[in-house]
């Protein structure tokens, strides 16, 4: 079979994949088809969290036998006995005779088990089909697997001038309708969207998807807040965090010093609070117990919109791995507020730069310039 042939049939399970967007967290999205005669006979994908694997899926989906057949998978099948078993084992027992993988496990302990287990029962084994858009589509999944933290990345629109708003604490849109469609895709991606105090106070935003795939959609959504100050306002109801139907996957998180009268109040009005055993001012320290804390919650990943004082705090820490940066082409002016107090600290190693009606999108990992 040739390498374009290859391609296609892998560009096809990526497809696949990525039907599982925003659902299959903390899992990887992963699809697999299988080829039998230069037939397609059978496709599936990893749909939700703790349901069938993509190569269960796709050999229950079979049109025929699929004893002889290939399949091309996204991500190696698992070897290990989990919820829905081993996908190796299901492999070995449909007779398929060859199994073509796009990017192999980032998981140390388990990299390169799966084709050598194959391989081992005669059936035969090639890795690095479309390797790298296989790697980069699970980028969430990779570091959390391997780091055992949650992932961070960052979002900002701001102006040609670097400015994220006209005028300090009041809300404003920087970019259009493109771009902010395309904030909701990410925000179904990410397991928890996050903002400062100040940032809610200000906009009072929803932090939901809305208008992708579905209906309006909710992970986690948390506010950072280091002193608790939230606990003195009389009127959190009426911020929407606090009060919509996804108000119970709404949490504060604040530093050691916060006061415990302000951890009643909050309590008071049924809002969850976590404590870090760090001040916001130990920012490295602050930070690794935020992910890390979130891993082990379940929470794979992070998706941080602002405001201006969270991202110097990131940025303090080296906190976030990836960037979205959203640029409008306008001049606000020295009246506005800058994205980053200090300037940035960090350049963008582009893996998707699209144009988004008359803004533009960078999206990439994270290089510390210092």
């Known amino acids: 079979m040739e390498k374009m042939d290859d391609d296609a049939y892998m560009q096809r399970a990526l497809e696949l994949a990525k039907k599982g967007w925003g659902n299959t ?17 059978g496709e599936g994908f990893h749909e939700r969290d703790g349901a069938p694997h993509a190569e269960r899926a796709c050999l229950a989906n079979a049109t025929e036998d699929p004893k002889g057949a290939t399949m091309y998978v996204t991500l190696e099948p698992c070897s290990t006995h989990g919820r829905t078993g081993a996908c190796t084992d299901a492999i070995i027992g449909a007779k398929i005779a060859e199994v073509k993988i796009g990017a192999l496990d980032p998981n140390p302990a388990h990299a390169g088990r799966a084709p050598q287990i194959l391989r081992d029962r005669g059936i035969a084994c090639e890795t690095g089909i479309l390797e790298r858009e296989c790697e980069r589509l699970n980028f969430i999944f990779n570091y959390s697997i391997r780091e055992r933290k949650a992932l961070v990345a960052i979002k900002y629109a701001m102006s040609a001038d670097g400015k994220i708003a006209v005028i300090p604490g009041e809300q404003a849109s920087i970019t259009g309708d493109e771009a902010r469609a395309d904030v909701m895709k990410w925000r179904r991606l990410f397991s928890a969207i996050g903002v400062g105090s100040g940032t809610l106070l200000a906009d009072n935003p929803a932090l939901t998807s809305r208008g992708y795939i579905e ?50 109040k909050l309590a008071e009005q049924n809002i969850k609070v976590s404590q870090m055993h760090y001040e916001k001012a130990d920012a490295e320290d602050f930070w690794n117990e935020v992910k890390s804390r979130m891993f082990l919650a379940g929470i794979s990943s992070l998706y941080i919109e602002g405001g201006a004082e969270i991202f110097e705090s990131v940025c303090k820490a080296r906190a976030a791995e990836f960037a979205f940066e959203y640029v409008a082409p306008k001049i606000i002016g020295d009246g506005g507020l800058p994205a980053f107090k200090n300037g940035k600290n960090f350049s963008i190693e582009p893996w998707e730069e699209r144009r988004l009606g008359e803004d533009s999108l960078t999206f990439g990992k994270i290089a510390w310039t210092r």
């Open 25 to 41: 967290a903390p899992n990887p999205m992963v699809g697999a088809v299988l080829v039998k005669g230069g037939r397609i006979i």
């Open 215 to 264: 209906k309006e959609h909710a992970g986690m959504r948390v506010i950072f807040d280091a002193s608790l100050r939230l606990a003195e306002c009389d009127n959190l109801k009426e911020y929407k965090v606090f009060s919509d139907e996804f108000s119970r996957s709404t949490r504060i998180i604040c530093d050691v010093l916060a006061q415990h009268s302000r951890f009643l």
